[in-house]
């Protein structure tokens, strides 16, 4: 990926996907939390829808199907509410809740990786509800999800 393209997607998703393999590792490797990792797997139901919708503006199929990208966007936009967002917002609730259960470093685990977590997952629902028109005029505050720029 950065051998072919490097700029602040590159580097948001690189960030990603190391805090992913450390936060998920935390829960794997001390054989706890295994729930909790469960639920965070459930985020990758969006990602489906994610990775539909940018298939389907790479390989032109929105002129074809117009109507089926138009429900493809409304799926993408409610299931990363409901499976970014919301499973997200459920985690860091959990973690504060059962802060006198958890080891310290448990707790700075879970804590900082729900904030890091929910960070990006919010800056990736404003630049797709932004590039899909959901924002109005509001749309031009957000940097659109253009590798280009």
Known sequence: MSKHEWNKYTLELAVHHIATFFFLGAAIWSGKFL??????????????????????????????YPILYKWLLHINIFTALIFRL?????????????LNNMHFIYCIIALCGGSLFIIINCMLILRIASTDGYLGKFSKYIAKNNRDN
């Open 35 to 64: 729930i909790y990792a469960l639920w965070a797997l459930l985020m990758e139901v969006n990602s489906v829808f994610l990775h539909l919708r940018t298939i389907f503006n790479i390989s032109g199929a929105l002129k074809i």
């Open 86 to 98: 919301g499973v997200q917002g459920f985690q860091i609730h959990w973690a504060f809740k059962n």
